[in-house]
Nanobody, 125 residues
């Protein structure tokens, strides 16, 4: 089992920045990739960014490319999401996810077998 705990959400004005953190614990040695997804009220959970744990290869949704950066600290078993130039449409609950399999694409919800509890990000205009 892997436990994921997110932190760093909050309220921010448009144009501001926030950094989310996700600390992993438990059987983390099998981690293939970690990712951030988000879910706005009334919408489906959507992919934001992912990172391959060993190689550090990153993937981004088009909607946030150039504004958000995913990174990891292997020693701390922690993944980060630096969010710059925040917009009201970025308002959502942000979830950290981890997967142990290398099968499937890193951008789909169903590829991940561990999830955090989520952290709220609210961007005011």
């Amino acid at each position: 089992q892997v436990q994921l705990v997110e932190s760093g959400g909050g309220l921010m004005q448009a144009g501001g920045s926030l950094r989310l953190s996700c600390a992993a614990s438990g059987r983390t040695f099998n981690t293939n990739s970690m990712a951030w997804f988000r879910q706005a009220p009334g919408k489906e959970r959507e992919f934001v960014a992912a990172i391959r744990w060993r190689l550090g290869t990153t993937y981004y949704a088009d909607s946030i490319k150039g504004r958000f950066t995913i990174s990891r600290d292997n020693a701390k078993n922690t993944v980060y999401l630096q969010m710059n130039s925040l917009q009201p449409e970025d308002t959502a609950v942000y979830y950290c996810a981890a997967r142990t399999s290398s099968l499937g694409t890193v951008t789909t919800v169903y590829s991940y077998n561990y999830w955090g509890q989520g952290t709220q990000v609210t961007v005011s205009s």
